[in-house]
């Protein structure tokens, strides 16, 4: 079945510690997201690739960063630096601007 | 005033009844509109897009409202399993960022026997 697989699925990590959450399609889609949901809050975008060799920030990518190596793949990193990094991440690919299919999130506490 | 609002709900309604979501905007730019839905602690799916002249898939109707610049979302015939919540969301309207997404916060909607 094609589709996005976000691992891990629930994450815990100490502070000063960095932290790499996975994201594997195989939808073919050449644009894949990284954002971040937090409650009461709207979605917000942390990085974007539309093509391989290729990512632009978004809206709130300080102490996060990002490769895409390969069109399939678009691992996020948590840094240290990232203030506040407790969060709901979701990864998401599409093939059409607007349109996203999402994996099913990684949840990332820190302790 | 945020880019994109919705009421948080929750919007408590009796299997069948008929109920309608509201979503406004605050850029008169934007281009393209989407309505999400988010059961709990899973991920966005894309619920239906949102065209100028509205739309209707089954149960589900969309429309927009440039004037008012709001969209909305009416659910006939209600069904537990559409217990979720619903997130607007609304693109385009900033200069080089054509395809940029904006979210909304979302509406709940719990369905009841």
């Known amino acids: 079945d094609g589709g996005i697989t976000q691992s891990p699925k629930y994450l815990f990590r100490k502070e000063g510690q960095n932290v790499t959450l996975s994201c594997e399609q195989n939808?073919?889609?050449?644009?894949m997201y990284w954002y971040r949901q937090d409650p009461g809050q709207g979605l917000r975008l942390i990085y974007y690739?539309?093509?391989?060799?290729?990512?632009q920030k978004g809206d709130i990518a300080e102490g996060y960063s990002v490769s895409r190596e390969k069109k399939e793949s678009f691992p996020l990193t948590v840094t240290s630096a990232q203030k506040n990094p407790t969060a709901f991440y979701l990864c998401?690919?599409?093939?059409?601007?607007?349109?996203?299919?999402f994996g099913e999130g990684s949840r990332l506490t820190v302790l | 005033r945020k880019e994109v609002e919705q009421d948080p709900g929750p919007f408590n309604v009796p299997e069948g009844a008929t109920v309608a979501f509201n979503c406004t905007y605050s850029?008169?730019?934007?281009?393209?509109f989407f309505w999400y839905r988010q059961d709990c602690r899973k991920e966005p799916k894309l619920l239906m897009s949102?065209?100028?002249s509205g739309n209707e898939d089954g149960r589900f109707t969309a429309q927009l409202n440039r004037a008012s610049q709001y969209i909305s979302l009416l659910i006939r015939d209600s069904k537990l399993s559409d217990s979720a919540t619903y997130l607007c969301?609304?693109?385009?309207?900033?200069?080089?960022?054509?395809?940029?997404?904006?979210f909304g916060t979302g509406t709940r909607l719990q369905v009841t026997l």
């Open positions: 998401a690919s599409s093939i059409q601007a607007g349109e996203l299919f």
């Open positions: 939808l073919n889609h050449d644009a």
């Open positions: 690739s539309q093509i391989v060799n290729d990512f």
């Open positions: 850029n008169s730019a934007s281009q393209s």
């Open positions: 949102v065209y100028s």
């Open positions: 969301v609304v693109m385009g309207g900033y200069a080089g960022t054509a395809s940029k997404l904006t």
